[in-house]
């Protein structure tokens, strides 16, 4: 049983390039959440998914684009990266009310 | 908006201790609390899930206890372990479809 896989766990992007970080959960679970942590910040919600093909914004949103097409993915975007946005970035997933979430291991992304 | 607090960031304890680690949040109408633990690079793994409307979980040596009119939820670790050593991080949910609200976690260092 897989849980929930991040796909890649290291990158280094250049500044203005793009990417993609992929999301896979095989509990069939219907919530799917991205957050960043960044030391002394914590974790922060990016954007998150209520269920396929549903999107919504959490609370440090710029600079990223999310898709939910499938119920087992859920995708994060940066179309031109930024020094800003070197983090470390955790997907989690969660059934709907009373549920506890699970955390992927967690992609480090580097924007020089 | 609901903030998480969690008190100290930073600890460090001879083995054996039993000590608490503290977290508190502002707003008292919470889904659930949720403790995760994290080691250094890697993801955050679910300790104990507190619903509402209970007073407390324990899983092991591990006990989480809850109490919803002070804002305050408390991790009890018995008999400490250096295995213990990680961050501990709390969060909070406000209601059965909103995203984990986290803390900046404590970290706990258990000296041999």
């Known amino acids: 049983n897989a849980g929930v896989t991040q796909t890649p766990k290291f990158r280094v992007l250049k500044t203005g390039q793009s990417m993609t970080l992929l999301c896979a959960q095989d509990m069939n679970h219907e919530y799917m959440y991205w957050y960043r942590q960044d030391p002394g910040m914590g974790l922060r919600l990016i954007h998150y998914?209520?269920?396929?093909?549903?999107?919504a914004k959490g609370e440090v949103p710029d600079g990223y684009n999310v898709s939910r097409l499938k119920k087992q993915n859920f995708l994060l975007g940066l179309e031109s990266a930024a020094p800003s946005q070197t983090s470390v970035y955790f997907c989690?997933?969660?059934?709907?009310?009373?549920?506890?979430?699970?955390f992927g291991q967690g992609t480090r992304l580097t924007v020089v | 908006k609901q903030e998480v607090t969690q008190i100290p960031a930073a600890l460090s304890v001879p083995e054996g201790e039993n000590l608490v680690l503290n977290c508190s949040f502002t707003d008292s109408a919470i889904y659930n609390l949720q403790w995760f633990r994290q080691d250094p690079g890697k993801g955050l793994t679910s300790l104990l899930l507190?619903?509402?409307?209970?007073r407390e979980q324990t899983s092991g040596r591990l006990n989480a206890s809850l109490d919803k009119s002070s804002g305050r939820s408390t991790l009890y670790i018995a008999a400490s372990q250096p295995g213990d050593s990680a961050t501990y991080l709390c969060a909070v949910k406000n209601s059965g479809n909103t995203p984990l609200v986290f803390g900046k976690g404590t970290r706990l260092s258990v000296i041999a």
């Open positions: 989690a997933s969660s059934y709907v009310g009373i549920a506890e979430a699970f």
């Open positions: 507190i619903q509402s409307s209970q």
């Open positions: 998914s209520v269920g396929e093909g549903t999107t």
